[in-house]
């Protein structure tokens, strides 16, 4: 166990002229004066809600239990149609063949979002209009836990990098690809024309 270190007579002179012209930061606590802690202004109901009879075996409505995120194919379909609507038809039914294509199945977040900027970049200066982002369904990583994991990382971040800058002026049209193309894994990109 080492021991204490004193200060030598030099080093206690010169804490005790830099103590005596040092402001302290806190007043003395004899001088607080505390005030009254202040209670909320809470307004309790007057009258409580009748809990409903419940009997077993009987339905129950769950439709406003939880206010829960819509799937991210609903979000996709809530969307308005920005292109040609007889073209985004014909690109839903998988009739429009993408000029292009990029797969980042395995890679992290870190490497996808330069890749797939690059990939729209090259893709809108070469005139394409309809390409394929192919990110994988995703590994379902739920461990059980009390915040739930979502499943498809990459699933779930590539229509958020398309609609922010640089990419977003580039994209008129994101939606799911069809089956023949990768379905809920792969996105149908629909480019603004180049001027």
């Not at 007579?9 to 005030?35: C, G, Q, Y």
């Not at 990939?119 to 192919?134: D, K, T």
């Not at 379902?140 to 990419?167: C, E, S, Y």
Request: hydrophobic share 35%; proline share 8%.
């Amino acid at each position: 166990m080492k021991k204490p270190r004193h200060l030598s007579a030099e080093e206690r002179a010169l804490w005790d002229m830099v103590a005596k012209r040092a402001d302290p930061l806190e007043k003395p606590a004899s001088k607080f004066v505390r005030a009254a802690p202040r209670t909320p202004d809470v307004k309790l109901p007057t009258t409580r809600q009748p809990i409903q009879s419940f009997n077993i075996g009987q339905s129950v409505d769950h439709t406003r239990d939880h206010d829960l995120l819509p799937s991210l194919g609903q979000q996709m379909r809530a969307t308005p149609i920005q292109m040609d609507q007889k073209a985004f038809s014909r690109m839903k039914r998988g009739k429009l063949k993408p000029e292009a294509r990029i797969d980042l199945h395995g890679m992290t977040l870190a490497q996808a979002h330069p890749a797939l900027t690059g990939f729209i970049l090259r893709s809108a200066s070469a005139g394409h209009r309809l390409v394929l982002v192919i990110s994988g369904k995703g590994k379902n990583r739920d461990d059980g836990g009390p915040i739930p994991t979502k499943f498809g990382v990459l699933r779930h971040q590539v229509p958020q990098w398309l609609a922010m800058a640089p990419l977003g002026a580039l994209v008129m049209q994101v939606s799911e690809a069809h089956v023949r193309h990768g379905g809920g894994g792969a996105y149908y990109v629909y480019l603004r024309r180049s001027r």
